[in-house]
């Protein structure tokens, strides 16, 4: 039986490489599938055409994947630690609300235009799949709980609206700055970065009622 015809309970546990080859050769069918992904799409690519891309035997995919929707799940992961940005506090050094809030709008937007293809596709194959429907949400909450730390952090300093409620108050902020994103990387309407910036901290600068 081929690995892609199994069930989930019938599937075999993937390796994770330890050797430098082997962490190079999943490394290297993650950015081919990157590549395939973004030219054919999600239903058109092929399994093949990523082998090739990495440069790799066609044997060599089924040793660290199951199928065309578990590498496609691997890089969209990859893309998303890159977007998370954690602990923004300790990297920048930043301690001013507004700097912050910032700080977090300037790396998710930035990481958003690099990876602009790859979202639009994300956001499409979401609609089709129930387990990349179910990583979009899990994607939302991650976002929403980075950022509802931040806003309790700003109430407890007494730099934010005590009323709010840290959790609802991130999600909805971040819907916003997501759609930005999707509207200006995506659906192509020309807005500047800085101007996109400086409208999308302003917003929350005001919901959160921020002093200057």
Do not use: C
Request: charged fraction near 30%; charge should be neutral.
């Amino acid at each position: 039986m081929n690995p892609s015809e199994a069930t989930d309970d019938e599937r075999p546990a993937r390796i994770t490489p330890r050797s430098r080859r082997g962490i190079r050769t999943k490394q290297a069918l993650i950015a081919a599938a990157r590549e395939v992904f973004e030219r054919d799409g999600y239903v058109e690519a092929r399994i093949t055409d990523i082998t090739k891309a990495a440069g790799v035997a066609s044997g060599s995919f089924y040793t660290y994947f199951n199928d065309k929707e578990e590498i496609f799940a691997a890089l969209v992961e990859v893309v998303q630690e890159e977007m998370l940005h954690p602990h923004l506090r300790e990297r920048t050094g930043e301690s001013d609300p507004r700097a912050l809030i910032d700080a977090a709008n300037r790396d998710y937007l930035q990481a958003y235009k690099r990876n602009s293809r790859l979202m639009a596709l994300f956001e499409q194959v979401a609609q089709i799949n129930e387990k990349f429907s179910e990583l979009r949400r899990e994607r939302a909450v991650a976002f929403g709980k980075r950022n509802a730390k931040m806003i309790s952090d700003l109430q407890e300093q007494g730099n934010a609206d005590p009323e709010l409620d840290p959790f609802v108050t991130a999600l909805a902020l971040s819907a916003m700055v997501s759609r930005m994103a999707y509207i200006v990387y995506v659906a192509k309407i020309p807005i500047g970065f800085e101007k996109l910036v400086g409208t999308v901290n302003r917003i929350w600068f005001n919901a959160l009622r921020i002093d200057s």
